[in-house]
């Protein structure tokens, strides 16, 4: 039984095989075969095709001067380049770090410009809190008071309701 399962599972495994290997090269054998067929028939039934194009441009028609292009012709034309290519790297160092010098005071110049900015923005947050921290206090003094005379208010009116009930009144 075991060695029948076993032939079986191979069968199973060798058609599946077959069938993936046709599932994949199937499709491009089935186009050749066509093609191939397919040149066959066409050779009777359609001409060749005459083309009467014009041959390419070539880059020395579309751009003559570049096609004698060398690095000692480089910047020959132009008078600037050609003095800035005569310095001597001394000379070349030396601008640079004028450059750099140039570059580092503009640093420095909007770095102060955005400290001031930056301490007057702060110097006006500080007025704020100090107006802010005024009204507090006087809110506070003003709270305070209130709840003095809320205080006296609420003995004198303890002092009279005992009168009245001294006097006879019953109350609520």
Known sequence: MSRRSGTCLRLCLVIFAVVSALGVCGPALYWRFKKTLRLGESKSSCPLCICDCPPPLSLLKIAPGLANLSVTDCGSN?????????????????????????????????????????????????????????????????????????????????LWEQRARQMGWEGE
Do not use: W
């Open 78 to 158: 132009d008078p600037d380049l050609k003095q800035e290519m005569e310095k001597q790297f001394v000379d070349l160092l030396t601008e640079e770090l004028k450059l750099q010098e140039s570059v580092a005071e503009e640093h420095a110049r909007h770095m102060n410009i955005t400290f001031g900015e930056a301490k007057r923005v702060a110097s006006q947050y500080q007025r704020e809190a100090e107006k802010c921290i005024a009204a507090t206090e006087t809110c506070e003094e003003a709270r305070e008071r209130g709840e003095a005379l809320l205080i006296k208010e609420r003995k004198v009116t303890t």
